[in-house]
């Protein structure tokens, strides 16, 4: 197995159905799972099946010890957008879900490897807007809580669920985190709804909180939103608030939009994915819910200035050709990690190769996958 000590990588995604039977391929030393429910009440696998999947691993020299747990039904070849957050934290079908994947995790976590679970940062924000979604959304995350407090008094397994901010949602900048945190999930109310559910008192529910629920930062999602990725990162730990995974990534940068760029960015609008489009101007930050709408802003006057779009591109690629990346931003993360790691899990998030112009494309699949990777220890490494 790898070193456990210090950040740990995660190379590549899984993607399993609880009723079809794990497949896997050795692309590199570790390996997360992305889970994907199928459409059923619960999920209800044996824990020997899934030793036999964990043993499997092992004989390859590699653990799981994350999921992604934000899409939950197909998330490639069909019409995503919005729908990617649905059901969300409103819905028990969300708690449900996220049960189910603590569930396999604490099946297959090794002794001694804390796990984790990223999850939808609440809602899309449209949907966070309704009358009591925000109070509906707190309750369903106690219940997520409950559940990993317990499992953990059970297996004896950490889990944490870490929430992932995302353009355009409940959860969007490192401001709306702390303040979500501070302002909902740590006030009285909250912290009494977990307290029942794990027999602690406030002050005990308070601890267990901020164990098992943190943020999982993106830095794709945070380089869109202007953000300083490593001063973010030092903010959420500084408030008290956990990292338990660090998604790597980078978005597509525009410095400044021309009539003559149009067709570059458009190239990328591929009808799967929402790309949110925040635009820099002289006034502030604008955000467009897709590329499609800044675009059409652009040609009547508005979104002037610099765009950053949500579109994960390859990290091994400084520019795109006539588009540019921020790969800077994940460079100078990775520089900062090499002096004090602020989370132990780290994932390498490109998951759009099938819809990348094919310039993009370097190689294969794995090809490209392992060179990302490459890139990723090497700048860590320094």
């Known amino acids: 197995m790898p070193a456990r000590a210090g950040p740990t990588f995660v190379p590549a995604s899984m993607r399993m159905s609880p009723r079809s039977k794990p497949r896997w391929r050795r692309i590199a030393r570790s390996a997360s799972v992305c889970a994907c429910r199928a459409k059923r009440p619960r999920w209800r696998g044996s824990r020997s099946s899934w030793r036999l999947f964990a043993n499997s691993w092992q004989k390859l020299g590699a653990y799981v010890f994350t999921i992604n747990a934000f899409p939950f ?18 819905s028990a079908e969300r708690v449900a879900f996220t049960a189910d994947s603590a569930a396999v995790l604490a099946a297959v976590l090794p002794d001694g490897v804390d796990g984790s679970i990223s999850t939808v940062p609440g809602a899309f924000k449209t949907n966070a807007r309704a009358d009591g979604a925000v109070a509906a959304i707190a309750a369903s995350m106690m219940k997520a809580v ?24 409940l959860l969007e900048t490192t401001d709306e985190s702390l303040a979500f945190f501070q302002d909902v999930l740590l006030q009285p109310e909250a912290l009494d709804l977990l307290a029942a559910g794990i027999d602690e008192n406030r002050g005990g529910a308070e601890a267990m909180l901020r164990r098992h629920l943190g943020i999982c930062y993106d830095i794709c999602h945070g380089s869109v939103e202007y953000e300083n990725p490593v001063a973010a990162l030092d903010r959420l730990l500084g408030a008290g608030i956990s990292v338990p995974k660090v998604q790597l990534s980078a978005a597509m940068r525009v ?44 040609k009547e006057g508005r979104a ?12 091994f690629l400084s520019d795109l050709g006539e588009i540019g990346s921020t790969r800077a931003d994940l460079v100078s993360t990775l520089a900062a990690f090499r002096r004090k790691p602020r989370s132990s899990h780290l994932e390498v998030e490109t998951y759009t190769w099938d819809v990348l112009p094919e310039n993009l494309r370097t190689g294969s699949k794995a090809a490209d996958i392992a060179r990302e990777i490459s890139f990723c220890v090497k700048e860590l490494v320094g």
């Not at 002037?304 to 990290?315: A, D, F, K, M, Q």
């Open 255 to 298: 410095p400044a939009m021309t009539d003559d760029l149009i067709g570059a960015v458009m190239r990328y609008d591929d009808g799967v994915y929402l790309h949110q489009t925040i635009v820099r101007e002289p006034s502030g930050l604008t955000r467009y819910v897709d590329l499609p709408d800044a675009v059409a802003a652009f």
């Open 146 to 169: 409950a559940d990993l407090v317990l499992t953990e008094r059970r297996t004896g397994k950490l889990i944490a669920l870490a929430l992932e901010p995302e353009p355009c949602c």
């Open 73 to 90: 039904g197909p998330f490639h070849g069909v019409r995503v957008k919005e729908h990617v957050y649905l059901p969300d934290w409103r």
């Open 304 to 315: 002037n200035g610099e765009w950053r779009i949500h579109c994960h591109v390859p990290l």
